[in-house]
Each structure stands twice: as C-alpha cells, then as structure tokens.
C-alpha cells in the first residue's frame, strides 16, 4: 500500500443522524480503523439555513453516542470558503472554468435547439455577476472505478458545462465537495449510491484541478422490511431514536455493520473488535440491505444478556437517570435475562421501587375463584422463611401447591400480580427475595384483602 488510508465522513447537518446515515459513518470508521488509517468529520454546512448549530451537535452527538471516533475535525465545509475561491480561481484562470450569464431558460432554450441528450455549452462573458461553469469535454467518458460495482462509464457529451459557483461567488455543492475530498488528503471516498450521480461531476473538477481522484465505494440503501427504502414509517429512523428505545451502542454497530456486509446471516453476534478486524469495504454487498428492526432488537437482547452485572447496571441507571446504587444493581441482576432493550427494563424492576402498578386486566385473568385463600396460605408459608433468599422461598411454597393440588402457575401468577400488579416480571422467587419479606406479605395481605371484600374484578 503507498498512501496512508484517509477516509472522510461528511453529513449534511440538517437534520438528526438517520440509520443509513450512521451506517455510513460506521463503514468509514472500521475502513480506517482496520486499515490503522485515518478518519476526518466534515461538516457539509454550506446550507446556512438549514445547518444549524443544533444540527451539527445532534450529530455529533450521535457519532459519540455510537462510539465513533474520529482523527481530525469536524471541519466546517462553509469555514473553507476561502480555498474553495482559490481554487475557483485557478479554473478561471486557466480557462478551465468561464462565466456565462444564460439563465435556466436560455439553457433550456439551447437544448431545445441542439437536442435533450447533448450538454449544455455556454459562452464566456465578462459580465462580473454571471455564474461559473465548468468546461465539460465534449469527447470521451468519464468512469468511476466504484469498489463495489467496477466502472461506471458517464459520456461526458451528455453533461452540461455545469454551474460550479453562482454569480456571487458562492461555490456549489459537487465543486466544494471535489475540492475538500483532494485538499484533505482523502483517498478513499464510502458514501451511499445515492451520491453516485454526483461523482462524475466530482471528478470532472478533479480533473480540470489537476488532482488524482480518491477510489470511490457506494454504498446500496438501506430500505425496510416492507423492501421500501427506510423512514420513519419502519419504527426507529435515527440514532437519537434507538437510543431511546434502549438499545446498547455495541449492538448497533454490530447490527449496522451486517447491514451489507458479511456473512449472509445478519443476526451474527460480532463484537466490534472483530469487526474492524474483518471488515473490507470491498466485501460490502451490490443489494439493498434490510433494517429490520426486530432482528435488532434481538441481537440487543443478546448484548444485554452477556454484559457484566456491573456494566449492565450502569447502562440501566443511565438510561433511566438513576443512580446505579445496591438496589438498582438487585432489581437487575433479576431482569438480565428477559429485558431485550433498557427500555423494557423499568416495567420489570419498578415493583421494587413503587407500589404495585394497576392494571385490570392482569388482575381479572389470575385472581379467581380461590385464588384469595391460595394468597392467604402462601403469606403464612413464607413468614418464617429465614434467610429470604430463591431457594428457600421455593422450598416453602411448594407443600402449598401439594396441599391444594394445584400446578405452579395457579399459585405463582396470583403472587406475582399481588405483588407486582401486573403479570410480568423476573422469576417470582428472585422477584419476592428482592422485594424482600416484609413488602411482600404486606403486599400479598393487601391482595387477599381486596378479593375477601369481594373484588372479583371481572
Ligand atoms: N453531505 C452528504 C450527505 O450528507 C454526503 C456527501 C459525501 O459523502 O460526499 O448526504
């Protein structure tokens, strides 16, 4: 390999970060991170009504939150004006680039007269205020090596001189773009395919600057399962969004990263050591990738399930702003195992940090006929239970069961809606060994209370 491997992540800071968007980041991060290259933020800030400061930190925000790092920047696209006008410049004065005041119509005019296929060519004027296109050849092709799908061949008859700064001197998109990817040294260029129209421009004003072109890779899109391309219509659309909905930072990159990339099977569990051990843009797949968000969620689950109680509880307590004291670290040493996401965490734990929830229906299901006199025997086998720990609870309960002749469930549920309200939780001896015996009686005392006075509830 001659040059260091520099690759670039470039988002348009209007809006918060969407799923294609972060997998893009990603793909850049384990390009340079298994290459030992570099990675460089860039801002593409020059829409100065829709890049706002909160846009740039929503996103930054993001790609920490992700855990992406990055080696250099963000530098601000707009804050590069002054190069861009150099550059403009020497277009200019090599006769590159020329100014011409036709306006959209007079362009549209032009091809009426010389036939849609064929690109629009102007005349140089001196006029200061005219915009400046680019001299596009009226011969030849002009080809991305794209990395995932081989050349791509471009006629350059077809393209207009196009419009690279306005009147104004204000640069467009494709020229800034071309301009920043050859000033900061990138040489390798991942992006999604939908940028792939643009890259024959890129590289026209690469060419016409005398700079060699970074090799390109687009990335195919993202869609839903539905094969619709992926928005907000498929559940969570942008990173703020799975973090909210309590997905670990591991799983999503694991998931992200199988997103196109891989082995076929995309619910692989890959910690992210091992993917920028193995990841290569080339491997990337030519087919639309599916996000589905159930599988996420599953892969999450796993996540959860494998970390430390220590870790696990932090990630708990951040998400939901508590503190990760002794009885929050209890309440998910119980949980671990059946939460998929941190946010299915608090409905299982809660009992043990609020009264009983109410609800209904969880309620009208279990507490039947009998159900209060099966409450009643349990609260008196588990008042001597000493130390009140799993296997002593279960060890008390089960003659109740024999006495009754009754299976488990008929005896569990109506424990764990007494003292949970609702019917799901941890395992019921892990559940009442947290809550510990006095709340427990208490709160199983409370139930048989209610359905003695007739509360059937149904
Ligand atoms: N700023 C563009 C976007 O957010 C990306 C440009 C590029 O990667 O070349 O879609």
């Keep these: 390999m001659t040059d260091k491997l520099r690759l670039r992540f470039a988002p348009s800071p209007t809006g918060a970060l969407h799923i294609g968007g972060a997998r893009t980041a990603l793909y850049n991060w384990l390009a340079a991170r298994h290459e030992g290259g570099e990675l460089v933020l860039r801002i593409e800030d020059t829409d100065h009504e829709r890049s706002t400061a909160e846009n ?52 549209e005019a032009w091809k009426a007269e010389h036939g849609a296929g064929s690109g629009y060519r102007g005349t140089p004027t001196e006029e200061p205020g005219a915009a400046i296109r680019l001299r596009v050849p009226d011969e030849g092709e002009t080809v991305v090596e794209d990395l995932l799908r081989g050349p791509v061949a471009f006629p350059n008859r077809s393209y207009d001189d196009f419009v690279i700064a306005r009147g104004d001197g204000s640069v467009l998109y494709n ?29 026209l004003v690469l060419a016409a600057l005398g700079h060699e072109p970074p090799r390109y890779a687009h990335l195919p899109l993202l869609h839903g399962p539905d094969g619709k391309k ?89 998400h939901l702003g508590r503190e990760p004291d002794e009885q929050l670290r209890a309440a998910c040493e119980i949980a671990q195992e059946k939460a998929q996401t941190l946010e299915e965490v608090w409905p299982l734990i809660r009992f043990l940090f609020e009264p009983p929830v109410d609800d209904p229906k969880a309620w009208a299901k279990v507490m039947k006929e009998g159900a209060g006199e099966l409450l009643a025997a349990a609260a008196s086998a588990l008042e001597p239970v000493d130390p009140f720990e799993p296997a002593a609870i279960e060890a008390a309960l089960a003659p109740v069961l024999d006495r009754f002749d009754v299976k488990a469930g008929k005896l569990y549920q109506p424990i764990r809606v007494a003292i949970t309200g609702s019917s799901v939780s941890p395992g019921i001896f892990e559940s009442l060994a947290v809550l510990g015996r006095e709340r427990s009686l208490q709160r199983i005392g409370a139930a048989v209370e209610r359905l003695s006075t007739g509360q059937l509830d149904v």
């Design 56 to 107: 740039v930190e929503q996103i930054l925000d993001a790609l920490r939150w992700l855990e992406l790092d990055w080696d250099e920047g963000p530098v601000s696209q707009a804050g590069r004006a002054p190069a861009h006008a150099l550059a403009l410049a020497r277009l200019l004065e090599s006769g590159a680039a020329y100014r011409d005041s036709a306006t959209a119509k007079d362009v």
């Design 175 to 203: 020229f800034a773009v071309a301009v920043d990817d050859a000033e900061m040294g990138i040489t390798e260029v991942v992006r999604g395919d939908d940028h792939l129209s643009n890259t024959p421009k890129q590289l």
């Design 230 to 318: 992926l928005s907000k219509r498929h559940g969570a659309a942008s990173v703020q969004e799975l973090r909210d909905a309590g997905y670990l930072p591991a799983a999503v990159r694991n998931y992200l990263a199988l997103l196109g990339w891989g082995t076929d099977d995309d619910t692989t569990l890959m910690p992210t050591a091992e993917l920028v051990a193995r990841f290569r843009v080339e491997d990337v797949g030519r087919a639309a990738a599916i996000f589905d968000e159930k599988k996420l969620r599953w892969l999450n689950g796993r996540f959860m399930r494998e970390l430390p109680l220590d870790d696990y509880t932090a990630a708990v307590a951040r």
